[in-house]
Protein backbone atom coordinates (compact mmCIF):
# COMPACT_ATOMS: atom_id res chain seq x y z
CA UNK A 1 0.00 0.00 0.00
CA UNK A 2 1.23 3.00 -1.28
CA UNK A 3 0.61 6.38 0.47
CA UNK A 4 -1.06 7.28 -2.01
CA UNK A 5 -3.73 4.46 -0.85
CA UNK A 6 -4.29 1.24 -2.09
CA UNK A 7 -3.75 0.10 -5.49
CA UNK A 8 -7.05 -0.17 -7.61
CA UNK A 9 -5.26 -3.29 -9.78
CA UNK A 10 -4.60 -4.61 -6.56
CA UNK A 11 -8.04 -4.58 -5.03
CA UNK A 12 -9.64 -5.55 -8.14
CA UNK A 13 -7.35 -8.79 -8.35
CA UNK A 14 -7.99 -9.64 -4.57
CA UNK A 15 -11.95 -8.97 -5.04
CA UNK A 16 -11.99 -11.33 -8.41
CA UNK A 17 -9.94 -14.28 -6.35
CA UNK A 18 -12.20 -13.72 -3.16
CA UNK A 19 -15.14 -14.41 -5.92
CA UNK A 20 -13.89 -16.99 -7.88
CA UNK A 21 -12.70 -19.18 -4.94
CA UNK A 22 -16.30 -19.03 -3.67
CA UNK A 23 -17.92 -19.66 -6.83
CA UNK A 24 -15.37 -23.13 -7.37
CA UNK A 25 -16.47 -24.03 -3.88
CA UNK A 26 -20.24 -24.10 -4.89
CA UNK A 27 -20.14 -25.61 -7.71
CA UNK A 28 -18.64 -28.77 -5.92
CA UNK A 29 -20.94 -28.54 -3.19
CA UNK A 30 -23.84 -28.74 -5.61
CA UNK A 31 -22.56 -29.86 -8.63
CA UNK A 32 -22.72 -33.68 -7.54
CA UNK A 33 -26.44 -33.28 -7.08
CA UNK A 34 -29.12 -34.38 -9.38
CA UNK A 35 -32.51 -32.66 -9.14
CA UNK A 36 -34.07 -34.02 -6.20
CA UNK A 37 -31.12 -33.93 -3.97
CA UNK A 38 -31.16 -30.32 -4.76
CA UNK A 39 -35.10 -29.42 -4.29
CA UNK A 40 -35.20 -32.08 -1.25
CA UNK A 41 -35.30 -30.46 2.35
CA UNK A 42 -32.80 -32.72 4.13
CA UNK A 43 -33.85 -31.08 7.51
CA UNK A 44 -36.21 -28.60 8.74
CA UNK A 45 -33.39 -26.44 9.88
CA UNK A 46 -31.82 -26.36 6.73
CA UNK A 47 -32.83 -24.67 3.47
CA UNK A 48 -33.09 -27.07 -0.02
CA UNK A 49 -29.47 -26.50 -1.34
CA UNK A 50 -30.59 -24.93 -4.73
CA UNK A 51 -32.48 -22.18 -2.58
CA UNK A 52 -29.14 -21.32 -0.91
CA UNK A 53 -27.86 -21.44 -4.70
CA UNK A 54 -30.28 -19.19 -6.34
CA UNK A 55 -29.66 -16.94 -2.85
CA UNK A 56 -26.16 -16.31 -3.35
CA UNK A 57 -27.13 -15.32 -6.95
CA UNK A 58 -29.70 -12.99 -5.51
CA UNK A 59 -27.46 -11.23 -3.02
CA UNK A 60 -24.35 -10.38 -5.44
CA UNK A 61 -27.32 -9.25 -8.04
CA UNK A 62 -28.45 -7.06 -5.33
CA UNK A 63 -25.71 -5.51 -4.04
CA UNK A 64 -23.14 -5.70 -6.84
CA UNK A 65 -25.10 -5.20 -9.91
CA UNK A 66 -27.94 -2.87 -8.44
CA UNK A 67 -26.33 -1.12 -5.75
CA UNK A 68 -22.85 -0.47 -7.31
CA UNK A 69 -23.42 -0.58 -10.96
CA UNK A 70 -27.15 0.44 -10.87
CA UNK A 71 -28.35 -2.19 -13.28
CA UNK A 72 -31.91 -3.07 -13.52
CA UNK A 73 -33.56 -6.39 -11.38
CA UNK A 74 -32.47 -9.42 -13.89
CA UNK A 75 -35.65 -11.10 -12.68
CA UNK A 76 -38.22 -8.98 -11.17
CA UNK A 77 -40.49 -10.79 -8.62
CA UNK A 78 -37.57 -13.43 -6.66
CA UNK A 79 -36.28 -10.99 -4.29
CA UNK A 80 -39.33 -11.90 -1.92
CA UNK A 81 -38.51 -15.67 -2.91
CA UNK A 82 -34.71 -15.24 -1.87
CA UNK A 83 -35.24 -12.75 0.63
CA UNK A 84 -33.74 -14.94 4.14
CA UNK A 85 -35.82 -12.74 6.51
CA UNK A 86 -38.92 -13.07 4.72
CA UNK A 87 -39.67 -16.87 4.99
CA UNK A 88 -37.78 -19.08 7.34
CA UNK A 89 -36.47 -22.23 6.65
CA UNK A 90 -38.63 -24.96 7.33
CA UNK A 91 -41.13 -23.04 4.65
CA UNK A 92 -38.59 -22.38 1.57
CA UNK A 93 -39.80 -25.54 -0.03
CA UNK A 94 -43.12 -24.39 -0.41
CA UNK A 95 -42.12 -21.05 -2.47
CA UNK A 96 -41.71 -20.70 -6.28
CA UNK A 97 -38.31 -21.43 -6.08
CA UNK A 98 -36.13 -21.79 -9.53
CA UNK A 99 -35.10 -24.74 -11.08
CA UNK A 100 -31.57 -26.02 -10.24
CA UNK A 101 -31.33 -25.94 -13.72
CA UNK A 102 -32.46 -22.29 -14.03
CA UNK A 103 -30.60 -21.26 -10.39
CA UNK A 104 -27.42 -22.53 -11.97
CA UNK A 105 -28.15 -20.19 -15.25
CA UNK A 106 -28.88 -17.39 -13.25
CA UNK A 107 -25.86 -17.16 -10.62
CA UNK A 108 -24.05 -17.97 -13.81
CA UNK A 109 -25.30 -15.09 -15.41
CA UNK A 110 -25.33 -12.43 -12.50
CA UNK A 111 -21.57 -13.69 -12.14
CA UNK A 112 -20.30 -12.97 -16.02
CA UNK A 113 -22.47 -9.20 -15.33
CA UNK A 114 -20.47 -8.71 -11.69
CA UNK A 115 -16.79 -9.36 -13.43
CA UNK A 116 -17.70 -6.97 -16.17
CA UNK A 117 -18.76 -4.36 -13.17
CA UNK A 118 -15.37 -5.59 -11.44
CA UNK A 119 -13.33 -4.13 -14.27
CA UNK A 120 -14.87 -0.51 -14.45
CA UNK A 121 -16.77 -0.01 -10.91
CA UNK A 122 -14.41 2.08 -8.08
CA UNK A 123 -13.16 0.54 -5.69
CA UNK A 124 -11.70 3.01 -4.46
CA UNK A 125 -12.70 6.61 -3.32
CA UNK A 126 -16.35 6.37 -4.26
CA UNK A 127 -17.88 5.76 -0.76
CA UNK A 128 -18.19 3.55 1.95
CA UNK A 129 -19.85 0.28 0.07
CA UNK A 130 -17.05 0.61 -2.79
CA UNK A 131 -13.79 1.69 -0.61
CA UNK A 132 -11.76 -0.65 -1.08
CA UNK A 133 -13.62 -2.77 -2.70
CA UNK A 134 -15.56 -3.59 0.36
CA UNK A 135 -18.91 -4.66 -1.32
CA UNK A 136 -17.05 -7.01 -3.31
CA UNK A 137 -15.59 -8.65 -0.31
CA UNK A 138 -18.55 -8.78 1.39
CA UNK A 139 -20.40 -10.92 -1.54
CA UNK A 140 -17.72 -13.49 -1.33
CA UNK A 141 -17.86 -13.21 2.38
CA UNK A 142 -21.62 -14.31 2.06
CA UNK A 143 -21.14 -17.08 -0.48
CA UNK A 144 -18.46 -18.90 1.34
CA UNK A 145 -20.98 -18.31 4.86
CA UNK A 146 -23.55 -20.04 2.41
CA UNK A 147 -21.06 -22.49 1.25
CA UNK A 148 -20.63 -23.28 5.14
CA UNK A 149 -24.07 -23.35 5.61
CA UNK A 150 -24.30 -25.84 2.37
CA UNK A 151 -21.51 -28.39 3.99
CA UNK A 152 -24.12 -28.68 7.12
CA UNK A 153 -27.03 -29.67 4.85
CA UNK A 154 -24.18 -32.51 3.48
CA UNK A 155 -23.70 -33.49 6.84
CA UNK A 156 -27.12 -33.68 8.01
CA UNK A 157 -28.33 -35.32 4.52
CA UNK A 158 -28.81 -38.89 4.54
CA UNK A 159 -27.23 -41.59 1.89
CA UNK A 160 -23.65 -42.61 0.89
CA UNK A 161 -20.40 -39.66 0.97
CA UNK A 162 -20.81 -37.51 -1.95
CA UNK A 163 -17.38 -35.13 -0.83
CA UNK A 164 -14.42 -36.39 -0.13
CA UNK A 165 -11.21 -34.92 1.23
CA UNK A 166 -7.41 -35.27 2.39
CA UNK A 167 -6.78 -36.29 6.15
CA UNK A 168 -5.34 -32.98 8.37
CA UNK A 169 -2.37 -33.12 9.85
CA UNK A 170 -1.27 -35.07 12.84
CA UNK A 171 -0.53 -33.74 16.23
CA UNK A 172 2.64 -35.09 17.32
CA UNK A 173 2.93 -32.88 20.11
CA UNK A 174 0.30 -32.56 21.67
CA UNK A 175 0.86 -34.70 25.16
CA UNK A 176 3.80 -32.25 25.81
CA UNK A 177 1.80 -29.19 25.94
CA UNK A 178 0.71 -27.98 29.26
CA UNK A 179 -3.46 -28.22 29.59
CA UNK A 180 -3.62 -24.20 30.11
CA UNK A 181 -1.89 -20.68 29.60
CA UNK A 182 -2.06 -17.85 31.63
CA UNK A 183 -3.05 -14.44 29.76
CA UNK A 184 -2.33 -11.59 32.26
CA UNK A 185 -4.96 -9.21 32.80
CA UNK A 186 -4.82 -5.57 31.19
CA UNK A 187 -6.41 -3.66 28.63
CA UNK A 188 -6.06 -4.47 25.14
CA UNK A 189 -7.59 -3.57 20.93
CA UNK A 190 -10.65 -5.58 20.49
CA UNK A 191 -12.44 -5.36 17.37
CA UNK A 192 -11.07 -3.21 14.06
CA UNK A 193 -11.44 -0.27 11.94
CA UNK A 194 -8.87 -0.95 9.61
CA UNK A 195 -9.78 -4.39 8.33
CA UNK A 196 -10.87 -3.46 5.00
CA UNK A 197 -13.54 -6.16 5.06
CA UNK A 198 -14.52 -6.71 8.49
CA UNK A 199 -18.17 -6.54 8.44
CA UNK A 200 -20.25 -3.90 11.24
CA UNK A 201 -20.28 -5.80 14.05
CA UNK A 202 -16.51 -6.56 14.59
CA UNK A 203 -16.22 -2.50 14.36
CA UNK A 204 -14.66 -0.15 15.83
CA UNK A 205 -11.86 -1.27 17.47
CA UNK A 206 -12.40 0.22 20.88
CA UNK A 207 -9.88 -1.07 24.36
CA UNK A 208 -11.22 -3.55 26.57
CA UNK A 209 -10.04 -4.08 29.89
CA UNK A 210 -9.44 -7.65 30.73
CA UNK A 211 -8.36 -9.20 33.85
CA UNK A 212 -6.32 -12.36 34.11
CA UNK A 213 -7.55 -15.55 33.47
CA UNK A 214 -6.30 -18.74 32.42
CA UNK A 215 -7.44 -20.39 28.96
CA UNK A 216 -6.74 -23.99 27.64
CA UNK A 217 -3.96 -24.65 25.57
CA UNK A 218 -6.31 -26.71 23.02
CA UNK A 219 -9.61 -27.47 22.38
CA UNK A 220 -11.75 -29.67 24.28
CA UNK A 221 -11.46 -32.88 22.41
CA UNK A 222 -13.52 -36.06 22.05
CA UNK A 223 -11.85 -38.39 24.57
CA UNK A 224 -11.94 -35.54 27.38
CA UNK A 225 -15.54 -35.09 26.67
CA UNK A 226 -16.51 -38.96 26.81
CA UNK A 227 -14.94 -38.56 30.12
CA UNK A 228 -17.92 -36.58 30.58
CA UNK A 229 -20.42 -38.60 29.26
CA UNK A 230 -18.86 -41.65 31.39
CA UNK A 231 -19.28 -39.44 34.79
CA UNK A 232 -23.05 -39.00 34.11
CA UNK A 233 -22.47 -35.95 32.87
CA UNK A 234 -26.39 -35.96 30.77
CA UNK A 235 -27.76 -37.10 33.52
CA UNK A 236 -27.01 -35.07 36.31
CA UNK A 237 -28.68 -31.33 36.50
CA UNK A 238 -25.91 -29.65 38.83
CA UNK A 239 -23.95 -28.66 35.48
CA UNK A 240 -26.44 -27.84 33.27
CA UNK A 241 -28.37 -24.30 32.97
CA UNK A 242 -32.26 -24.44 33.17
CA UNK A 243 -33.01 -23.97 29.74
CA UNK A 244 -30.30 -26.68 28.98
CA UNK A 245 -31.47 -29.60 31.30
CA UNK A 246 -34.71 -29.12 29.91
CA UNK A 247 -33.19 -29.78 26.31
CA UNK A 248 -31.52 -32.83 27.70
CA UNK A 249 -34.94 -34.17 29.42
CA UNK A 250 -37.09 -33.15 26.55
CA UNK A 251 -34.44 -34.44 23.57
CA UNK A 252 -33.21 -37.57 25.41
CA UNK A 253 -29.67 -35.91 24.78
CA UNK A 254 -26.54 -38.16 25.94
CA UNK A 255 -23.92 -37.35 23.67
CA UNK A 256 -23.04 -35.12 20.93
CA UNK A 257 -25.51 -34.85 17.51
CA UNK A 258 -24.43 -37.55 15.16
CA UNK A 259 -23.08 -39.81 17.70
CA UNK A 260 -23.98 -43.15 18.97
CA UNK A 261 -22.89 -46.12 21.24
CA UNK A 262 -21.86 -49.31 19.14
CA UNK A 263 -21.80 -51.81 22.28
CA UNK A 264 -18.81 -50.29 24.58
CA UNK A 265 -17.68 -47.96 21.12
CA UNK A 266 -19.13 -44.45 20.21
CA UNK A 267 -19.07 -44.24 16.58
CA UNK A 268 -20.14 -41.12 14.59
CA UNK A 269 -21.61 -40.34 11.24
CA UNK A 270 -19.86 -37.95 9.51
CA UNK A 271 -20.26 -36.61 5.75
CA UNK A 272 -21.96 -40.51 5.12
CA UNK A 273 -19.28 -42.37 6.89
CA UNK A 274 -20.16 -44.46 10.07
CA UNK A 275 -16.21 -44.52 11.91
CA UNK A 276 -15.50 -44.50 15.12
CA UNK A 277 -15.42 -41.10 17.20
CA UNK A 278 -11.33 -39.85 17.02
CA UNK A 279 -10.25 -39.21 20.95
CA UNK A 280 -7.71 -36.67 19.76
CA UNK A 281 -10.18 -34.43 17.73
CA UNK A 282 -12.00 -31.54 19.01
CA UNK A 283 -15.34 -32.43 20.31
CA UNK A 284 -17.51 -31.03 17.40
CA UNK A 285 -21.39 -30.87 17.33
CA UNK A 286 -22.11 -29.57 20.96
CA UNK A 287 -24.36 -26.92 22.08
CA UNK A 288 -23.50 -23.98 23.97
CA UNK A 289 -25.36 -25.80 26.65
CA UNK A 290 -23.59 -28.73 26.00
CA UNK A 291 -19.73 -26.88 26.38
CA UNK A 292 -21.28 -25.37 29.52
CA UNK A 293 -22.08 -28.29 31.19
CA UNK A 294 -18.66 -29.99 30.43
CA UNK A 295 -16.80 -26.62 31.63
CA UNK A 296 -18.94 -27.13 34.65
CA UNK A 297 -18.46 -30.53 35.42
CA UNK A 298 -14.50 -29.82 34.81
CA UNK A 299 -14.53 -27.19 37.60
CA UNK A 300 -14.25 -24.49 34.81
CA UNK A 301 -16.33 -22.27 32.27
CA UNK A 302 -16.53 -20.50 29.13
CA UNK A 303 -14.12 -17.60 28.38
CA UNK A 304 -15.98 -14.49 27.44
CA UNK A 305 -15.52 -13.23 23.99
CA UNK A 306 -12.91 -10.98 25.05
CA UNK A 307 -10.79 -13.14 26.82
CA UNK A 308 -11.19 -15.26 23.56
CA UNK A 309 -10.05 -12.36 21.25
CA UNK A 310 -7.79 -11.33 23.36
CA UNK A 311 -6.28 -14.98 23.69
CA UNK A 312 -6.34 -14.91 20.24
CA UNK A 313 -4.89 -11.34 19.28
CA UNK A 314 -3.11 -9.85 21.71
CA UNK A 315 1.00 -10.15 21.56
CA UNK A 316 2.34 -9.34 25.50
CA UNK A 317 5.52 -7.83 24.16
CA UNK A 318 4.46 -5.39 22.20
CA UNK A 319 0.91 -4.59 23.37
CA UNK A 320 -0.28 -5.03 20.24
CA UNK A 321 -3.65 -6.64 18.71
CA UNK A 322 -2.59 -8.56 15.43
CA UNK A 323 -5.02 -9.71 12.55
CA UNK A 324 -4.47 -13.70 13.48
CA UNK A 325 -3.14 -15.43 16.69
CA UNK A 326 0.11 -16.33 14.71
CA UNK A 327 0.83 -12.12 13.50
CA UNK A 328 -0.62 -10.83 10.36
CA UNK A 329 -0.21 -12.76 7.27
CA UNK A 330 -2.78 -14.42 5.81
CA UNK A 331 -3.97 -17.63 6.97
CA UNK A 332 -1.95 -20.53 4.65
CA UNK A 333 -2.54 -24.24 5.43
CA UNK A 334 0.29 -24.61 8.15
CA UNK A 335 -1.51 -22.04 9.96
CA UNK A 336 -5.01 -23.51 10.28
CA UNK A 337 -7.75 -25.87 8.93
CA UNK A 338 -10.14 -23.62 7.09
CA UNK A 339 -11.35 -23.92 3.60
CA UNK A 340 -12.61 -27.11 3.64
CA UNK A 341 -9.22 -28.83 2.74
CA UNK A 342 -10.24 -31.89 4.77
CA UNK A 343 -13.66 -32.91 6.03
CA UNK A 344 -13.23 -32.77 9.59
CA UNK A 345 -10.81 -31.10 12.39
CA UNK A 346 -7.36 -31.49 12.99
CA UNK A 347 -6.15 -33.30 15.93
CA UNK A 348 -5.73 -31.42 18.63
CA UNK A 349 -2.56 -29.81 19.06
CA UNK A 350 -1.88 -29.26 15.48
CA UNK A 351 -1.15 -26.61 13.58
CA UNK A 352 1.85 -25.36 15.72
CA UNK A 353 2.70 -22.25 13.15
CA UNK A 354 -0.30 -20.94 13.54
CA UNK A 355 -0.01 -20.80 17.65
CA UNK A 356 -0.69 -17.87 19.70
CA UNK A 357 2.35 -15.57 21.24
CA UNK A 358 1.47 -17.66 24.62
CA UNK A 359 1.21 -21.11 23.06
CA UNK A 360 -2.55 -21.41 22.51
CA UNK A 361 -3.10 -24.00 19.30
CA UNK A 362 -6.38 -23.84 16.65
CA UNK A 363 -7.64 -20.85 17.80
CA UNK A 364 -8.36 -20.49 13.84
CA UNK A 365 -10.33 -23.19 12.21
CA UNK A 366 -10.91 -26.78 12.98
CA UNK A 367 -14.43 -26.23 14.85
CA UNK A 368 -16.03 -22.42 16.12
CA UNK A 369 -16.18 -22.17 19.47
CA UNK A 370 -18.70 -21.55 21.64
CA UNK A 371 -17.97 -18.51 24.27
CA UNK A 372 -20.04 -17.41 27.48
CA UNK A 373 -20.96 -13.79 25.77
CA UNK A 374 -24.16 -12.66 24.52
CA UNK A 375 -23.78 -11.27 20.85
CA UNK A 376 -24.03 -7.37 21.18
CA UNK A 377 -22.53 -4.16 19.39
CA UNK A 378 -19.25 -2.84 20.68
CA UNK A 379 -19.38 1.06 21.38
CA UNK A 380 -19.54 3.09 18.76
CA UNK A 381 -21.27 0.10 16.41
CA UNK A 382 -23.22 1.42 13.23
CA UNK A 383 -25.34 -0.76 11.10
CA UNK A 384 -22.96 -0.97 7.40
CA UNK A 385 -24.57 -1.42 4.83
CA UNK A 386 -28.07 -3.26 6.01
CA UNK A 387 -29.47 -3.44 9.86
CA UNK A 388 -30.07 -7.13 8.95
CA UNK A 389 -26.74 -8.51 8.67
CA UNK A 390 -26.32 -8.54 12.46
CA UNK A 391 -28.14 -5.65 14.59
CA UNK A 392 -31.38 -7.03 14.64
CA UNK A 393 -29.20 -9.88 16.36
CA UNK A 394 -27.98 -7.99 19.48
CA UNK A 395 -29.63 -8.75 22.74
CA UNK A 396 -28.81 -12.00 24.70
CA UNK A 397 -30.93 -14.60 22.37
CA UNK A 398 -27.69 -15.36 20.58
CA UNK A 399 -24.41 -16.62 22.04
CA UNK A 400 -21.39 -15.72 20.34
CA UNK A 401 -18.72 -18.25 18.78
CA UNK A 402 -15.31 -17.40 17.29
CA UNK A 403 -12.15 -18.50 15.59
CA UNK A 404 -14.07 -20.37 12.30
CA UNK A 405 -14.17 -24.17 11.55
CA UNK A 406 -12.65 -26.39 9.08
CA UNK A 407 -15.94 -25.69 6.56
CA UNK A 408 -15.00 -21.64 6.67
CA UNK A 409 -12.96 -19.72 4.08
CA UNK A 410 -10.05 -17.23 5.03
CA UNK A 411 -11.44 -14.88 3.47
CA UNK A 412 -14.70 -15.10 5.82
CA UNK A 413 -12.08 -15.55 8.99
CA UNK A 414 -10.28 -13.03 11.16
CA UNK A 415 -9.60 -12.72 14.77
CA UNK A 416 -12.08 -10.46 14.60
CA UNK A 417 -14.52 -12.50 13.08
CA UNK A 418 -18.16 -12.78 15.12
CA UNK A 419 -20.29 -15.91 15.07
CA UNK A 420 -23.57 -16.25 16.72
CA UNK A 421 -26.12 -18.51 16.89
CA UNK A 422 -28.62 -19.59 19.11
CA UNK A 423 -27.16 -21.67 22.14
CA UNK A 424 -29.49 -25.01 21.44
CA UNK A 425 -27.88 -25.56 17.57
CA UNK A 426 -26.00 -28.26 17.67
CA UNK A 427 -25.98 -28.69 13.99
CA UNK A 428 -23.26 -26.25 13.09
CA UNK A 429 -19.38 -27.22 13.37
CA UNK A 430 -19.31 -26.13 17.06
CA UNK A 431 -16.64 -26.77 19.74
CA UNK A 432 -15.21 -25.08 22.47
CA UNK A 433 -12.23 -24.77 25.05
CA UNK A 434 -12.61 -23.69 28.31
CA UNK A 435 -11.17 -21.13 31.06
CA UNK A 436 -11.17 -20.12 34.78
CA UNK A 437 -10.62 -16.82 36.70
CA UNK A 438 -6.95 -16.38 38.01
CA UNK A 439 -6.06 -15.56 41.35
CA UNK A 440 -5.91 -12.34 41.85
CA UNK A 441 -2.05 -11.55 42.72
Not at 195 to 216: G, K, Y
Amino acid sequence: MSAAGPDPVVLRERAASALLTARERTRALTAFADERELTTQHSPLMSPLVWDLAHIGNQEELWLLRAVAGHEALRPGIDSVYDAFEHSRAERPTLPLLSPGEARGYVAEVRGRVLDVLDSAPVAGGGPLVEDSFAFGMVAQHEQQHDETMLITHQLRSGPAALTAPEPPPAPDAALMPPEVLVRGGPFTMGTSTEPWALDNERPAHPRFVPSFFIDTLPVSNGAYQLFIEDGGYDDPRWWHPEGWEQVRRHGLAAPLFWRREGSVWVRRRFGVVEPVPPAEPVLHVSWYEAGAYAAWAGRRLPTEAEWEKAARHDPATGRSMRYPWGDEDPGPDHANLGQRHLRPAPVGAYARGASPLGVRQLMGDVWEWTSSDFLPYPGFRAFPYREYSEVFFGDRYKVLRGGCFAVDPVACRGTFRNWDLPVRRQIFSGFRTARDAEPS
